[in-house]
């Protein structure tokens, strides 16, 4: 367990030593109070859907920091909380952005204010929860069939939603927007939003409570994950990590993966800064996205760094194919929807060229 895992106090949650892929939890799940008043939802090992969550208790009234993928994961939250939300009610909800993972549990927070940056709001519909629950059944029915690799694609989605339930699922979009900066203040606490998109989605936004010195950064931060371009620039990713290491936050609370520490941030910059290198050799070769990102993934050097660890290696297939984008190479001719189903087929293509990476059920057959 890290450093940062240690000095926070665990208070309640679900007592499992697996998670949802069947892993062996590195941490244990639930509520955990990381200042007097700033608490986050932790969930292990911050895999697909693992999805932490934030919580600022300004004394009788709270502020909740993203709301889960599925009801379930919204209802666990909510039980493993209720103690504290029935001294401070939930007063607003933000969304850091639109990914179903940190948004879809919305509808069970009542009316309460939902707050995101205009751009969040503008791709909250990006995916639909009726999509997934057709791709989930879908997924089945591919898993059998071994044509130019939808057998793949089957294998890895079935096993990437098999977690989770999208039934009963509606968008409930945040109706409050902001750009650029924002600082709200209950009952005397400031909580500074901070515009940081596009960058790993179009809307994506940081949390900080200076007083606490604590940070929600959504998913500009993983932790011992591999974190995705799904918008880019890669630039701005970058920049918004740069921006973390210049807050006065003591604790970082990551999308996905453990508290993260000012190493594992700098860590993810040495991420992006060694794949740019690398890939952007490669493609001086001659070499194609998909093809840069299998040799950089599965070289000696790559293997020797701690990102060869990390969960779900293979995005480096996305991340490839965005930088490739930035650098002028046409993408693939298909709609964005089929496109991004394209991705994660070449995604779990790679994942099988991988059996010891986790989540292990996505990387076995
Ligand atoms: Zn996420």
Redesign the pocket.
């Known amino acids: 367990m890290s450093e940062a895992m240690r000095k926070a106090a665990w208070l309640n949650g679900p007592d499992r030593n697996v998670t949802r892929f069947g892993e062996r939890a590195k941490f244990r799940e639930g509520l955990y109070r990381l200042s007097p008043k700033t608490y986050a939802w932790m969930v292990p090992n911050g895999s697909w ?1 693992e ?1 932490n969550f934030g919580l600022i208790d300004c004394g009788g009234k709270s502020i909740v920091i993203d709301t889960g993928w599925d009801l379930r994961c919204a209802h666990e939250f909510l039980d493993g909380a209720a103690d504290l939300l029935a001294r401070s009610p939930v007063d607003s909800v933000i969304n850091t ?1 639109a ?1 179903g ?2 948004c879809w549990g919305n509808q069970l927070f009542g009316n309460v204010p939902i707050i995101a940056t205009h751009a969040c709001i503008g791709h909250m519909h990006h995916v639909e929860p009726k999509t997934m629950q057709l791709l989930a059944r879908a997924a089945r029915v591919m898993k059998i069939l071994p044509v130019a690799g939808i057998d793949v694609l089957g294998h890895y989605v079935s096993a990437m939603v098999a977690p989770y339930d999208f039934t009963g699922i509606h968008i409930v979009a945040p109706n409050q927007g902001f750009s650029g900066e924002r600082t709200i203040t209950l009952n005397g606490i400031d909580v500074v939003l901070m515009e940081m998109g596009p960058a ?1 989605t179009p809307g994506d936004a940081m949390i900080f409570v200076p007083c606490e010195k604590v940070l929600y950064a ?2 500009i931060v993983f932790t011992s994950s591999t974190p995705v371009v799904w918008a880019g620039p890669v630039a701005n990713i970058t920049g918004a990590l740069r921006k973390v290491l210049s807050l006065d936050a003591d604790v970082i609370v990551a ?2 993966g453990p508290l993260a520490t000012r190493a594992d941030v700098e860590l993810q910059l040495a991420y992006w800064e060694l794949i740019q290198e690398e890939l952007d050799r490669r493609r001086r070769q001659g070499r194609r996205a998909d093809a840069a990102a299998a040799d950089l993934l599965l070289s000696a050097k790559f293997q020797a760094t701690p990102f060869a660890a990390w969960d779900s290696p293979e995005r480096l297939l996305r991340n490839a194919q965005a930088l490739y984008e930035e650098w002028g190479e046409r993408p693939a001719r298909l709609p964005e929807k089929l496109a991004r189903l394209d991705t994660l087929r070449r995604q779990g293509l790679l994942a099988l060229r991988l059996p010891e990476a986790t989540p292990q059920v996505m990387h076995r057959r």
């Open positions: 859907g999805t952005h990914d993972d940190h790993h959504g998913d999308g996905h």
